[in-house]
């Protein structure tokens, strides 16, 4: 299983990005994905999440009406559009796939994670 996050770089404050992670090595539409994001010296938190259909979605309240989450199953995709960047945004963003549908915001309830795409936000 292999999990390609791309797509970050430095952006200003009020920019946007769109990071994308292409999935192989596994049956894409039979998980839930998400991102997650890890900030120097903090821990990894969730970011957003789709469900397998890509009817559910659910989002951190930080990023709520800024970023939206979204998948491909067709192209083994998932997706991140970030608007409104924020110097607070400034992490390292991983995508991951869970094999339990059932929309979890833990890390331990992923199975499979990228390699992280660096997203800087100068203010």
């Known amino acids: 299983v292999q999990l390609q996050a791309y797509g970050g770089g430095l952006v200003q404050a009020g920019g946007s990005l769109r990071l994308s992670c292409a999935a192989s090595g596994l049956t894409f539409s039979n998980y839930h994905m998400g991102w997650f994001r890890q900030a120097p010296g903090k821990e990894r938190e969730f970011v957003a999440g789709?469900?397998?259909?890509?009817?559910?979605?659910h989002y951190t309240d930080s990023v709520k009406g800024r970023f939206t989450i979204s998948r491909d199953n067709a192209k083994n995709t998932l997706y991140l559009h970030m608007n409104s960047l924020k110097p607070d945004d400034t992490a390292v963003y991983y995508c991951a796939a869970s094999a339990y549908d059932s929309g979890s915001i833990y890390s331990r309830d992923y199975n499979y994670w990228g390699q992280g795409t660096q997203v800087t936000v100068s203010s």
């Open positions: 789709i469900r397998r259909t890509t009817i559910n979605t």
